[in-house]
């Protein structure tokens, strides 16, 4: 049996992708901090398709030693895809942002994302038709003032993935790395990151898409040949390209 492992499947994009996956016939693993929310979702995978298996592992990835023992924990199942989605905002100035939040913020989005990466790549770069998809931003392919550190962390994810897309094409391994660049999405993740009535890219307030809609570009790439899979914050396009 083999399976697709989502971070940050509780809520937002990635709960969103999680059904999306499993309306595929996808067993899937279920990662994040809230047990409720991931065992509601559980449940919602069983009204669309009882036959799946959907495994829950309730953890905090901002802390390196829980991310090993996550990864650990899973060694008795085949993976197939892994998806690095698990992310956080804290919008301020440089000067201005509340250090325990950046510091958790770098250990989610960058250091978590990296080990898993790594782990994942070790043990299955030579399986056929495995894919890792990290989930980047429209702030990991151009900085938004104010929001400075957190487009950081997303650039780093696009350079890693993409980098390791040429990696793994280089050693003509099974594995494809590809990464998804969301543009501004109503989730939860606002309310942790910034104020919505006044954010602005490139001097317009966006529109927000749905969380439905941007697992639905993620499955478009999932699909597609491309390594990225960019949406237009302004436009909202969705155009798959190489790196
Ligand atoms: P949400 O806040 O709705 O979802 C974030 C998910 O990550 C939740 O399931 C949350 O679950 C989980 N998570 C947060 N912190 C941790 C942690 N320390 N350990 C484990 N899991 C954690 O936001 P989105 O769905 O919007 O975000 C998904 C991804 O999309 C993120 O990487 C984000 O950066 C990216 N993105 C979002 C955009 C947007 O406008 N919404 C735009 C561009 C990119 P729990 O709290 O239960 O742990």
Redesign the pocket.
């Known amino acids: 049996m083999k399976y697709t492992v989502i971070?940050?499947?509780?809520?937002?994009?990635?709960?969103e992708a999680a059904l999306a996956f499993a309306a595929r016939g996808k067993n899937i693993i279920l990662?994040?901090?809230?047990t409720d929310?991931l065992d509601k979702l559980k449940a919602k995978v069983a009204e669309i398709n009882p036959a799946l298996d959907v495994v829950i592992r309730t953890?905090?990835?901002?802390i390196a030693a829980n991310v090993h023992e996550f990864y650990e924990s899973l060694q008795a199942y085949s993976i197939e895809t892994w998806i690095n989605?698990?992310?956080?905002?804290n919008f301020a100035s440089v000067g201005e942002q509340h250090l325990p939040k950046i510091e958790?913020m770098l250990h989610?989005?960058i250091e978590a994302l990296t080990i898993l990466s790594s782990l994942y790549v070790r043990d299955y770069a030579d399986v056929d038709g495995t894919q890792i998809i990290n989930?980047s931003?429209?702030?990991g392919y151009t900085i938004v003032a104010d929001a400075v550190t957190y487009c950081a962390t997303?650039f780093y994810v696009s350079a890693f993935t993409e980098g390791l897309a040429q990696e793994l094409k280089g050693k003509n391994a099974a594995m494809q790395a590809k990464v998804l660049a969301?543009?501004?999405?109503e989730?939860?993740?606002?309310k942790?990151s910034f104020n919505v009535d006044e954010f602005e890219y490139e001097g317009r307030v966006p529109k927000f898409h749905t969380?439905e809609q941007m697992a639905g570009f993620l499955l478009e790439l999932y699909d597609s040949e491309s390594v990225v899979g960019i949406v237009d914050g302004l436009t909202y396009d969705f155009e798959l390209r190489e790196p």
């Open positions: 971070t940050g499947a509780s809520s937002g994009i990635g709960y990662a994040a901090r809230r929310e953890v905090d990835l901002s989605n698990a992310g956080f905002g958790q989610l989005n989930i931003s429209g702030g997303k969301p543009a501004a999405t989730t939860e993740f606002a942790h969380a």
